[in-house]
């Protein structure tokens, strides 16, 4: 088990930048498979970015070229930077990690056993 322990969530105006950070506490990232999930008032939780231990990333449609996802195994920390938000980006997102070096279904939440608390992101028009 890890507990993740996310920050970096404001509320800004759309075309803006703004960058995640998720650290784990108790245990060592470099075996972990992390992601970025969010989940927006009334909707679903949905996958947004997916770093596995190789360093293969995977996105939703609707962040690529916008959204990064990286990981520091040095210091067990993962980074979703985001740039050029849009209101439709408006949600909680949470860090969410799984002990494999790879799994499956890379932005599906059943993956993942590992959740954080959220951070709220808001983006204004």
């Known amino acids: 088990q890890v507990q993740l322990v996310e920050s970096g969530g404001a509320s800004v105006q759309a075309g803006s930048s703004l960058s995640l950070s998720c650290v784990g506490l108790g245990n060592t990232f470099s075996k972990w498979s992390l992601a970025w999930f969010r989940q927006a008032p009334g909707r679903e939780r949905e996958g947004v970015a997916s770093i596995d231990t190789f360093g293969h990333t995977t996105y939703a449609d609707s962040v690529e070229g916008r959204f990064t996802i990286s990981r520091d195994n040095a210091v067990d920390s993962l980074t979703l930077q985001m740039d050029n938000l849009k209101p439709g980006d408006t949600a909680v997102y949470f860090c969410?990690?799984?002990?494999?070096?790879?799994?499956?279904?890379?932005?599906?939440?059943?993956?993942?056993?590992?959740w954080g608390q959220g951070t709220q992101v808001a983006v204004s028009s």
């Open positions: 969410a990690a799984e002990e494999k070096e790879w799994v499956p279904g890379h932005l599906k939440d059943y993956e993942y056993d590992n």
